[in-house]
């Protein structure tokens, strides 16, 4: 059974950066990871994702340049470094996974992701 165990959330100041973690037990290296995040009130939406051959990327409009998502292959973790946060970006992010290679154009859908994490709250505000 795969779980996925998300950390690195928490307060920030708008400007500021964090960096959140995931870690797939129980997963085997390959297939496609990613972020979704859901604020009060609001849809889930996707974030990032990364295929782990060829470590193709895909971010939401709203967070490109300023968020950038990279994959640990030797301990099958998933990593998405958040710079230059903003208020709007106060949300639960969820790490998923699937264990398919998906295709580019299906990495922002969530109904693709069989496992997903906690969640790890992420607040910007000074």
């Not at 165990?5 to 990613?34: D, I, K, V």
């Not at 939406?45 to 782990?52: D, L, M, Y």
């Not at 895909?58 to 292959?73: C, L, N, P």
């Not at 069989?114 to 790890?120: H, I, L, N, V």
Request: hydrophobic share 35%; aromatic share 10%; net charge positive.
């Amino acid at each position: 059974q795969v779980q996925l165990e998300e950390s690195g959330g928490g307060l920030a100041q708008p400007g500021a950066s964090l960096r959140l973690s995931c870690e797939a037990s129980g997963a085997s290296s390959g297939g496609t990871m990613g972020w979704f995040r859901q604020a009060p009130g609001k849809e889930r939406e996707f974030v990032a994702a990364i295929r782990w051959s060829g470590g193709n990327t895909a971010y939401a409009d709203t967070v490109k340049g300023r968020f950038t998502i990279s994959r640990d292959g030797a301990k099958t973790a998933a990593y998405l470094q958040m710079n230059n946060l903003k208020p709007e970006d106060t949300a639960v992010y969820y790490c998923v996974r699937t264990s398919r290679r998906l295709i580019l154009s299906a990495l922002s859908l969530h109904s693709q992701y069989d496992y997903w994490g906690q969640g790890t709250q992420v607040t910007v505000s000074s």
